[in-house]
T-cell receptor, first 117, second 114 residues
Framework: NAGVMQNPRHLVRRRGQEARLRCSPM?????VYWYRQLPEEGLKFMVY????????ESGMPKERFSAEFPKEGPSILRIQQVVRGDSAAYFC???????????????FGPGTRLTVT | AQKVTQAQTEISVVEKEDVTLDCVYE???????LFWYKQPPSGELVFLIR??????QNEISGRYSWNFQKSTSSFNFTITASQVVDSAVYFC???????????FGSGTKLNVKP
């Protein structure tokens, strides 16, 4: 069973460009979380999605950031008009149920490292 | 408000020493979950343990052990007889009962020297 896949693993964008980060959850998982990790810091929650629904986006910046998890295909984290402060590692995690219930957990992808030049 | 504090930014030990990583949390929820994750130099996060707020039993898994104390809002992690492969950043995390979001501490970087 393949794990959580994220692509690209590394992404370089110039200021003002758009960044699209993809997350393919594990097979059978319908819950996806996105996190951002700034250098030397912990993970900061951004958004929690189920298929076609945003459940909690309280950690998302109000502007330029959006996320979706369509019925078919991967979850997408989109950052418009990137700025240098967006440089970070972006992790997604998937779960078959809300993470923590029963024996299920969040399974993390390897992350996408975004560099804004 | 929910918050996780890992006061130890970086710890260095010599192989075979025991080491304890501290985690203190804040929450007003009566039902919550606590986690530890390991982030090796390769970058991926590896789940280590989950504990719910109603289960204060300490847990041991091989060289790893966890001490959960609600009275002090702490969930500390001990590695016995550390090994070089234990070198990583370790994160403590908190989730509310509905699991809609997770709060991570800033991490403790553990360096185990041969």
């Amino acid at each position: 069973n393949a794990g959580v896949m994220q692509n690209p693993r590394h992404l370089v964008r110039r200021r003002g460009q758009e960044a699209r980060l993809r997350c393919s959850p594990m097979k059978g998982h319908s819950h996806v979380y996105w996190y951002r990790q700034l250098p030397e810091e912990g993970l900061k929650f951004m958004v929690y999605l189920q298929k076609e629904n945003i459940i909690d986006e309280s950690g998302m910046p109000k502007e330029r950031f959006s996320a979706e998890f369509p019925k078919e295909g991967p979850s997408i984290l989109r950052i418009q008009q990137v700025v240098r402060g967006d440089s970070a590692a972006y992790f997604c995690a998937s779960s078959p149920l809300p993470a923590g219930k029963s024996s299920y957990e969040q399974y993390f992808g390897p992350g996408t490292r975004l560099t804004v030049t | 408000a929910q918050k996780v504090t890992q006061a130890q930014t970086e710890i260095s030990v010599v192989e075979k020493e025991d080491v304890t990583l501290d985690c203190v949390y804040e929450t007003r929820d009566t039902t919550y979950y606590l986690f530890w994750y390991k982030q090796p130099p390769s970058g991926e996060l590896v789940f280590l343990i989950r504990r719910n707020s109603f289960d204060e039993q300490n847990e041991i898994s091989g060289r790893y052990s966890w001490n959960f104390q609600k009275s002090t809002s702490s969930f500390n992690f001990t590695i016995t007889a550390s090994q070089v492969v234990d070198s990583a950043v370790y994160f403590c995390a908190l989730s509310a009962y509905n699991f809609n979001k997770f709060y991570f501490g800033s991490g403790t970087k553990l360096n185990v020297k041969p």
